[in-house]
Antibody, heavy 118, light 108 residues
Framework: QVQLVESGGGVVQPGRSLRLSCAASGLTFSDSYMHWVRQPPGKGLEWVAFISKDGQSIGYADSAVGRFIISRDNSKNRLYLQINSLTVGDTAVYYC???????????WGQGTLVTVSS | SYVLTQPPSVSVAPGQTARITCGGPSIGTIAVNWYQQKPGQAPVLVIYSDGDRPSGIPERFSGSNSGNTASLAISGVEAGDEADYYCQVSGGSGALRFFGGGTKLTVL
């Protein structure tokens, strides 16, 4: 079955950078479009970024433009999210997900918590 | 940007039908997806493309979409259906996604 496992979260100081990783298994990763979604504590879901199967098409939420970089390594079945100049507002659980029918996210990982605090 | 508007909360008695709305300009012209999220868990896709159910989702879950409002209906509500529900659409020629603010379903 499809399994997505995020890692790389933790406590980080404002202004620093962080790279999150999502390890995929149980699917043909190189054929899968992928997403990152985040959820601040006690709040709703916020879509962050999208990447096509070959990495040639990328999309970002307005809040992510300029500081977030989505990438992938199909040889390693891994998805990444680089977040630069972290702010307290970036504190959230970050989920990776696969793109499904009608633009849905049909499989999700369990998430990794990023806490930005001095 | 595309703003999706959901009621913050909906309450329903067990066995009744819960309806959760998702409003947006001309939302009836785009596919709407719905997710269920229970506390401490990742979201789960329950409806895609307005009204289709992924494998394993009970027939009690259904969706509709027309005009400026999409809806998720849960018939025969059970205690286990208590969760947050989110609608979602695509935009930007398929490269963008937008979520509604979420609706907390309470089973009385």
């Amino acid at each position: 079955q499809v399994q997505l496992v995020e890692s790389g979260g933790g406590v980080v100081q404002p202004g620093r950078s962080l790279r999150l990783s999502c390890a995929a298994s149980g699917l043909t990763f190189s054929d899968s479009y992928m997403h990152w979604v985040r959820q601040p504590p006690g709040k709703g879901l916020e879509w962050v970024a999208f990447i096509s199967k070959d990495g040639q098409s990328i999309g970002y939420a307005d809040s992510a433009v300029g500081r977030f970089i989505i990438s992938r390594d199909n040889s390693k079945n891994r998805l990444y999210l680089q977040i630069n100049s972290l702010t307290v507002g970036d504190t959230a659980v970050y989920y990776c997900g696969t793109d499904g029918e009608a633009g849905s996210l049909d499989y999700w990982g369990q998430g990794t918590l990023v806490t930005v605090s001095s | 940007s595309y703003v999706l508007t959901q009621p913050p909360s909906v309450s329903v008695a067990p066995g009744q039908t819960a309806r959760i709305t998702c409003g947006g300009p001309s939302i009836g012209t785009i596919a709407v997806n719905w997710y269920q999220q229970k506390p401490g868990q990742a979201p789960v896709l329950v409806i895609y493309s307005d009204g289709d159910r992924p494998s394993g989702i009970p027939e009690r879950f259904s969706g509709s979409n027309s005009g400026n409002t999409a809806s998720l209906a849960i018939s025969g509500v059970e205690a286990g259906d208590e969760a947050d529900y989110y609608c979602q659409v695509s935009g930007g020629s398929g490269a963008l996604r937008f979520f509604g603010g979420g609706t907390k379903l309470t089973v009385l």
